[in-house]
Every structure is written in structure tokens, then in C-alpha cells.
């Protein structure tokens, strides 16, 4: 169960981590804001595997502790702690040299939900649904 | 005649030395640092303006006209800067500038002293900034420190989150 969900969480890491750099050159290209002094291509991509590992940690223990309601709970905590987690790059103060500060939440706030969506997306070719 | 050579060459000295002492006008130079600070807030302004005339050797020939455009600030987060140029703090619609004009100039130990009118937020309070003047090869740095209350320019509501006195720091290259 941990190792498949490891993988799991490894994996769509992995996927969030593209899904982000993608979404980067995409509002490099429309905005001309280039936060990559603060948010680099190695940042975006560590912190969505580290996202998904963290992931992987939670789904395992919730599913020990709360057994069938696991899940559920997990599901839960997942997308509250995504959208909790918002507050940091609205909060984040950049360096001074970068002229428009304004557009940095604009850039992180929907990597933030990638992680989750990329859980959500692989996790049934990892945990197959029993059949009701 | 010769009479009238001597008082000839003292007033065309006299006249020399007053072309020595002409004060230099200075251009602002890129790479200058309008820093502010205080316990909760921070920041920069990016633009910055002005004349500047300067004398090493005789500081009252001098002449500081600066300008800060406030929209300029950044204080490195999106909303903070907004809420910087809200009507509750700079009202940068109203007041778009941060004007010092200078009255006088005095040599201190450590380098000089400008005093002048610091006007912000259209209050207009007198202000000295000390200062130090190093020589480039190019024309020079000018840096300078001081501390203003930001209730005496009605910045913000007394009391709360920031810092009632606020820390600016000045470093302005200049070319000749």
C-alpha cells in the first residue's frame, strides 16, 4: 500500500512539476514577468514531487488510522490544505528587484492545485475502484 | 595707469575664484537606492528625479530639487504595494510625488548636512538629511540615512502593524 502510493504521489509530483513549468513559459509568455529568480524551474518541479510525497505519507497513515473513511478524510485534507496553502504566495514578499510584484500570485496560485489534480487524475490507474 | 593695475588684477582674481567655486550641477545616475523601513514594512521607490548641484568646498552653492514618484514604490509584494498608494497611506492618485527641496547646507564631521522642505503626502515638513559625497571618476556617490515620523506627514493611522518611524536610506550616484 505505501509503496503504490509513494509511486503515486512520486509520479503525479512528476506530472504537476511539467504541468508547471508549462503553465510558467506559458505566463512568461503573456505577462513578461519573469519571477525565476524565485520560483525556478528546479523549485516548481521539487516542490510538486515534494507535494506528492507528502501526499503519498498522508493517504497511507489516513488510510491505516481511519481505515474506510480514509480516503474521504484524505480527499478532504488534500484540497483544504491546496487552497490554505494560497495564502503563502499572496503573503510572499519578493525581492525588491523585481518590478511587478503583483502578477507573482497569478503565477503560483494555480501550481498550488496541481499537485492535487494530478493525484486525483492518476490515482485510479494506481488504486483500482472495487466495483459496487 | 598703474594706479589702476592692481585693483585690475584683485578683481579679475576675485572673479576667478568665483567661477572655481561654481557649484557642479550633477545628473542622477542609474543604479540609485530610495530605501525605506520601519518594523513591519519595507521597501524601495524606483523612480527618482531631480536637480542636484553640489560643492564639496563651499556646501552653500548648493542646491538639492529632488522628486520620488510614489507609484513607484515596491515593497516587494502585489498588495502591499496597493495598499501603500491607497488614499489610507501615500494617496498616490492625489499626491503622485515625494518633493525635498533644500534651504542650506552645512559640512559636519563625517560629511554635510542639507536642510530642506520634505514634502509627502502634501504635508510639508522641514527636514534635515546628513550625507557624505564620495568622488567617482565619473562624477559621485552621495548616501544618506535618516529617520521621519510618519504621523507628521498623516501616513497611515497612528499606532498599528508598521512602525511609526520610518528609516530611509539614500544612496544616489551622479555624473557630471
Known amino acids: 500500500m505505501f509503496k503504490k502510493a509513494l509511486i503515486l504521489g512520486i509520479v503525479s509530483g ?19 514577468a519573469d519571477f525565476g529568480k524565485v520560483a525556478s524551474s528546479i523549485r516548481i518541479v521539487a516542490g510538486s514531487v515534494a507535494g506528492g510525497i507528502l501526499a503519498a505519507i498522508g493517504f497511507w497513515a489516513l488510510n491505516k488510522w ?42 503560483v496560485i494555480p501550481m498550488h492545485f496541481f499537485p492535487a489534480l494530478a493525484w486525483f487524475t492518476l490515482k485510479p490507474l494506481f488504486f483500482r475502484q472495487k466495483t459496487i | 595707469m598703474n594706479k589702476l593695475i592692481y585693483p585690475a588684477i584683485a578683481t579679475l ?23 525605506f523601513s520601519s518594523s513591519d514594512a519595507g521597501g524601495v521607490f524606483k523612480t527618482f ?49 515625494i518633493r ?8 559636519t564631521g563625517s560629511g554635510y548636512q542639507v536642510t ?7 504635508v510639508t515638513k522641514p527636514t534635515a538629511i546628513p550625507f557624505t559625497f564620495q568622488k567617482t571618476a565619473t562624477g559621485g556617490v552621495f548616501t544618506g540615512s535618516f529617520t521621519v515620523n510618519r504621523n507628521d506627514f498623516k501616513l497611515g493611522k497612528p499606532g498599528g502593524d508598521v512602525g511609526e518611524q520610518i528609516k530611509i536610506d539614500i544612496k544616489v550616484p551622479v555624473t557630471k
Open chain 2, 116 to 122: 530642506g522642505d520634505l514634502q509627502i503626502h502634501g
Open chain 2, 49 to 97: 528625479k531631480g536637480t542636484i548641484v553640489f560643492d564639496e568646498q563651499n556646501p552653500a552653492a548648493s542646491k538639492f530639487d529632488v522628486n520620488i514618484d510614489v507609484a513607484s514604490i515596491n515593497t516587494g509584494n502585489g498588495l502591499q504595494n496597493k495598499h501603500a498608494k491607497s488614499d489610507e497611506w501615500f494617496d498616490a492618485a492625489k499626491y503622485p510625488q
Open chain 2, 13 to 35: 582674481i576675485l572673479l576667478g575664484s568665483a567661477f572655481a567655486f561654481v557649484a557642479t550641477s550633477y545628473k542622477i545616475a542609474d543604479g540609485y537606492n530610495i530605501e
Open chain 1, 66 to 107: 481511519l481505515k474506510n473513511n480514509g480516503e474521504i478524510v484524505f480527499n478532504l485534507l488534500f484540497s483544504i490544505l491546496s487552497f490554505a496553502s494560497l495564502l503563502t504566495p499572496i503573503a510572499y514578499r519578493l525581492p525588491r528587484e523585481l518590478e511587478t510584484p503583483e502578477l507573482f500570485p497569478g503565477m
Open chain 1, 14 to 32: 512528476l506530472l504537476a512539476g511539467v504541468a508547471g513549468l508549462i503553465y510558467a513559459h506559458l505566463y512568461y509568455s503573456i505577462n513578461e
Open chain 2, 100 to 107: 525635498y527641496t533644500s534651504k542650506s547646507f552645512t559640512k
